[in-house]
């Protein structure tokens, strides 16, 4: 073998020791930062979630939209929200019959309140009252509107810190 | 070979380096969401004392002043040796150490704690009285815990406690003509005397009892969980004090944080600064030896509504928009078989033993309960996944538990 050869086989390998001796020592720094959200993939929300707060109905026929009483929306308190229905190109929907559901659903559970429409307000303005989350991460809030024989959802998503 | 000889002296001194970085003590870091998860538990994050609009006397000195007296007097007892004080110790935490509670008899559940409850919407395990005062009624009248009843309690704030009394609450009814024992209990007795009462008799009776419970409350809101320290690791974290992180904390200490925080999944139920969410899960704990599978929130929900001073009754002072919690609270359903309300952790270590009815001797056996998430005996819903930590990081979370220590601070 060439002198030179070695020299950079050898080299190589002393580069390949100690990349992988200071990788080892700096673990307990990489791994909670960067190795552990990887591993523990499901108590971390998907990345790509919407979590808009004004959205079309799963089949177009309302746009969605809620404000919060409680903002930001914190943990373990009970609040209301103000539910705006209107039709997709902008009209109030006035006369919706509206029930609410929701949980987490990366623990399989519901929410831990039952959730309810209270009031109409008029000008397609509803008050939800009794909402209340007692973990943080990530919810689905979801509205079943009917209005007119015709009916149609909507899953909001929050991740609470 | 000079080449190569170069490269090991780089690659040597980079390690040492590095070593010399990590091994070298310092405050562990913490990512921007575990800094806000650690935010969330910290006491300083302890909002307020929220009032209680079910009690109007709530924050009434003189009320507080009368309540403490009223619970720690145990003349309030069927056999005059059990007070409030008998089970909620001061010097335990305002607990008492035992797995099932002792009043004139043996309850099935554990005693809780008192500290913070007043930001709870529902007291007990199982959550069957929605506020201090309502609760502080229940084991009054309880067979087991006080064994008293209603005239007999009126009949002693009349003897002991009546100026007291109607300094705080107004002129107190004659109630010297009515019987000596009558309420609406378990002994038949006193049971049948009660229903003999008019109707206007048995209102103010109960009145006098609901405002010993409000007075009673008023004491209990002033007990508190004082800073442990982890809440010194939590506020130098805050005001990145390094030094102070070093010195509140060991290494083994701060990474049973990090899990507890992170891996463990505690904060899903023990979250905010009170280490409780205040609301109710199922988490496959066994039925204590010789006592009967305890269905917790299932009882619990139909009692607190049915209650006669819940949040809506003609006893509490709230406006029916202030009872939230009440009118959209899950009062059915299967989820709510074997749930109950976790407590707070603070100062968790001294509180053995643990779980409703005391079936876990030692934070050990907690820890080795949550890690393997054994399947429920009659297979019914459980929130529990096993989390496959190593012994090593039980300890880790043991030692951590061990930080959350610290006073609690009631009046003197």
């Known amino acids: 073998m060439k002198k030179s050869t070695l020299t950079v086989v050898a080299t190589a390998a002393i580069t390949a020791v100690a ?20 591993v523990m993939g499901n108590i971390a929300a998907p990345a790509d979630l919407d979590t808009a707060t004004t959205r079309p109905t799963d089949s177009g026929l309302y746009r969605v939209s809620f404000t919060s009483a409680l903002d930001p929306i914190a943990i373990n ?85 | 070979m000079k080449i190569s000889r170069t490269v090991i002296t780089l690659a040597v001194l980079l390690i040492i380096g590095v070593a010399a970085y990590t091994l070298w003590p310092h405050a562990p870091q913490w990512t921007a969401d575990e800094t806000a998860a650690i935010r969330a538990l910290w006491l300083g994050n302890l909002p307020p004392l929220p009032p209680d609009p079910s009690n109007q006397y709530g924050d009434d000195p003189r009320a507080a002043a009368l309540g403490q007296k009223l619970f720690f007097d145990t003349r309030f007892s069927a056999n005059g040796q059990v007070s409030c004080g008998t089970c909620h110790i001061p010097e335990l935490g305002f607990q008492d150490g035992l797995p099932l509670a002792q009043g004139v008899g043996t309850t099935t559940r554990r005693t809780m704690p008192i500290a913070g409850t007043a930001y709870s919407p529902w007291l007990f395990w199982d959550g069957r009285k929605d506020s201090q005062w309502a609760q502080a009624l229940g084991p009054m009248e309880s067979p087991v815990e006080h064994g008293g009843n209603r005239t007999y309690y009126a009949h002693l704030i009349d003897e002991y406690y009546r100026a007291e009394y109607e300094a705080i609450f107004g002129p107190m009814p004659d109630v ?166 976790p407590p707070s952790l603070r100062n968790v270590i001294a509180r053995a033993p643990y779980m409703h009815a005391g079936q876990f001797t030692t934070l050990e056996e907690v820890l080795a309960h949550y890690n393997t998430a054994p399947a429920t005996p009659d297979g019914h819903h459980n929130e529990l996944q096993p989390l496959h930590l190593s012994e090593a990081e039980i300890k880790q979370i043991i030692a951590f538990l061990k930080t959350l220590s610290g006073p609690v601070v009631a009046p003197p």
């Open chain 1, 19 to 38: 990349i992988i001796i200071v990788f080892v020592l700096l673990l307990p720094i990489i791994g909670p930062r960067f190795i552990m959200p990887l």
């Open chain 1, 77 to 161: 308190q009970i609040h209301s929200w103000t539910l705006h229905v209107e039709t997709a190109d902008g009209q109030p929907v006035d006369n919706a019959e509206i029930s609410v559901n929701g949980g987490m659903p990366q623990h399989g559970h519901g929410l831990p309140t039952k959730p309810q429409v209270t009031q109409n307000l008029g000008n397609g303005d509803y008050l939800v009252e009794g909402l209340k989350f007692q973990m943080t991460g990530w919810w689905e809030v979801r509205f079943d509107i009917s209005a007119e024989g015709q009916s149609d959802s909507i899953t909001f998503n929050l991740v609470l810190q």
């Open chain 2, 176 to 341: 010297s003509r009515l019987p000596r024992n009558a309420g609406p209990v378990a002994d038949l007795e006193a049971k049948t005397a009660w229903e003999a009462m008019t109707a206007e008799d048995r209102e103010n009776v109960t009145r006098i009892y609901a405002n010993m419970g409000k007075a009673i409350a008023a004491y209990e809101r002033l007990i508190l969980p004082g800073p442990s320290r982890f809440d010194t690791y939590a506020q130098a974290l805050m005001e990145g004090e390094a030094a102070t992180m070093q010195a509140a904390f060991t290494p083994d200490e701060a990474a049973g944080l990090r899990l507890f925080i992170g891996e463990a999944q505690c904060v899903k139920c023990h979250n905010g600064p009170l280490f409780t969410n205040n609301d109710f899960h199922n988490t496959g704990v066994p039925a204590a030896a010789g006592l009967p599978e305890d269905t917790g929130r299932t009882q619990g929900a139909p009692q607190v509504l049915a209650d006669e001073f819940n949040c809506l009754s003609p006893y509490s002072d709230a406006a029916e928009n202030e009872c939230a919690e009440l009118k959209f609270m899950v009062a059915e359903g299967h989820e709510l078989l074997g749930q109950f309300k």
